[in-house]
C-alpha cells in the first residue's frame, strides 16, 4: 500500500515537472521585441526618381529689397507649415499607391495643387492621372511639380524646392508672363526676389503654371521662411 501511495506521489511529481518544463518552453518561444523587429517605414522619395540630399539647400537669398511679396493672411498657417504637409502627403500616397491604394487624401492632393483646373466630378482614375502626371516636365520649363518639393536623404524639407519653383516661373516669363520681369536675380543669375503683382498677382501665376492659386500662396509662404521679404497683409 505504502508503495503504490509511493509510485502514485512520484508520477505526480513527474507530471509536474513535465508541465512546468513544457510551459517554459512555450513562454521562451514568444516573440520579443526587439529593433530587428519593429517594421521598417516606408521612406518612399517626394521625388520617386531623384532623392535630393543636402547638397540640394540653397544658400539664403542676399539684397531682398526687391523681393516684397503681398500675399493673403487669411491662409490658416505660415512659413514652411503647408509646404511641408504636402511633402508628407506626397510621401504617405506614394507609399500607399505602391501597395496598390489611392484614398481620399492621395485624391484632395491632387485637388489641392490643381484647383478649378480639376473638374469637381472628376473620376478617381482622372485624379490618379493627374497624381502621376505631377513627374511631367511644366511646358517650357525644366521642372515638375515635384521639383517644388525637395528634401534630404532623411526626407527633411529643404529650400531648394522653393528655388525650382521660382526658377520655373522665370522660364516662363517669356511665354506665359508677358516677358514680365517677375523673378529678380543677382549677378550671377541666383533669385534673389520675386513680384508677382506686376504679371497680374497670384492668379496670372497659378495660371502659368497650371496650379491653384492656393498652391502659388503656399509656396510663397514657404518662400518666408527661405529668407525672402515677404509681407502679408
Given at each position: 500500500?505504502?508503495?503504490?501511495?509511493?509510485?502514485?506521489?512520484?508520477?505526480?511529481?513527474?507530471?509536474?515537472?513535465?508541465?512546468?518544463?513544457?510551459?517554459?518552453?512555450?513562454?521562451s518561444?514568444?516573440?520579443?521585441?526587439?529593433?530587428n523587429?519593429?517594421?521598417?517605414?516606408?521612406?518612399?522619395?517626394?521625388?520617386?526618381t531623384?532623392?535630393?540630399?543636402?547638397?540640394?539647400?540653397t544658400?539664403?537669398?542676399?539684397?531682398?529689397?526687391?523681393?516684397?511679396?503681398t500675399?493673403?493672411?487669411?491662409i490658416l498657417?505660415?512659413?514652411?507649415?503647408?509646404?511641408e504637409?504636402?511633402?508628407?502627403a506626397f510621401?504617405?500616397a506614394?507609399?500607399?499607391?505602391s501597395?496598390?491604394?489611392?484614398?481620399?487624401?492621395a485624391?484632395?492632393?491632387?485637388?489641392?495643387?490643381?484647383?478649378?483646373?480639376?473638374?469637381?466630378?472628376?473620376?478617381?482614375?482622372?485624379?490618379?492621372?493627374?497624381?502621376?502626371?505631377?513627374d511631367?516636365?511644366?511646358?517650357?520649363?525644366?521642372?515638375?511639380?515635384?521639383?517644388?518639393f525637395?528634401?534630404?536623404?532623411?526626407y527633411?524639407?529643404?529650400?531648394?524646392g522653393?528655388?525650382?519653383?521660382?526658377?520655373?516661373?522665370?522660364?516662363?516669363?517669356?511665354e506665359?508672363?508677358?516677358?514680365?520681369?517677375?523673378?529678380?536675380?543677382?549677378?550671377?543669375?541666383?533669385?534673389?526676389?520675386?513680384?508677382?503683382d506686376?504679371?497680374?498677382g497670384d492668379?496670372?501665376?497659378?495660371?502659368?503654371?497650371?496650379?491653384?492659386?492656393e498652391?502659388?500662396?503656399?509656396?510663397?509662404?514657404?518662400?518666408?521662411?527661405?529668407?525672402?521679404?515677404?509681407?502679408?497683409d
Amino acid at each position: 500500500m505504502k508503495t503504490k501511495t509511493l509510485v502514485t506521489l512520484l508520477l505526480t511529481i513527474v507530471m509536474i515537472l513535465s508541465l512546468a518544463s513544457c510551459n517554459k518552453n512555450q513562454l521562451s518561444e514568444q516573440p520579443t521585441e526587439t529593433e530587428n523587429d519593429i517594421p521598417e517605414t516606408s521612406n518612399q522619395s517626394v521625388s520617386p526618381t531623384d532623392i535630393d540630399d543636402t547638397s540640394s539647400i540653397t544658400p539664403l537669398p542676399t539684397d531682398t529689397d526687391d523681393s516684397t511679396e503681398t500675399a493673403d493672411d487669411s491662409i490658416l498657417y505660415s512659413g514652411r507649415e503647408m509646404y511641408e504637409e504636402i511633402i508628407y502627403a506626397f510621401i504617405e500616397a506614394d507609399d500607399e499607391l505602391s501597395r496598390g491604394w489611392f484614398d481620399k487624401d492621395a485624391q484632395n492632393l491632387v485637388r489641392l495643387i490643381k484647383g478649378d483646373t480639376i473638374s469637381s466630378d472628376a473620376s478617381v482614375t482622372d485624379l490618379l492621372k493627374v497624381y502621376r502626371g505631377f513627374d511631367d516636365i511644366i511646358e517650357f520649363t525644366d521642372y515638375c511639380i515635384r521639383d517644388f518639393f525637395t528634401v534630404t536623404n532623411s526626407y527633411e524639407s529643404t529650400n531648394g524646392g522653393v528655388y525650382n519653383f521660382f526658377e520655373a516661373i522665370n522660364q516662363l516669363e517669356d511665354e506665359k508672363l508677358n516677358n514680365c520681369d517677375v523673378i529678380k536675380t543677382n549677378s550671377n543669375g541666383n533669385v534673389i526676389g520675386f513680384d508677382f503683382d506686376i504679371a497680374g498677382g497670384d492668379k496670372a501665376i497659378a495660371q502659368a503654371l497650371g496650379v491653384s492659386e492656393e498652391f502659388v500662396n503656399i509656396m510663397i509662404h514657404a518662400a518666408s521662411d527661405a529668407g525672402f521679404n515677404v509681407t502679408f497683409d
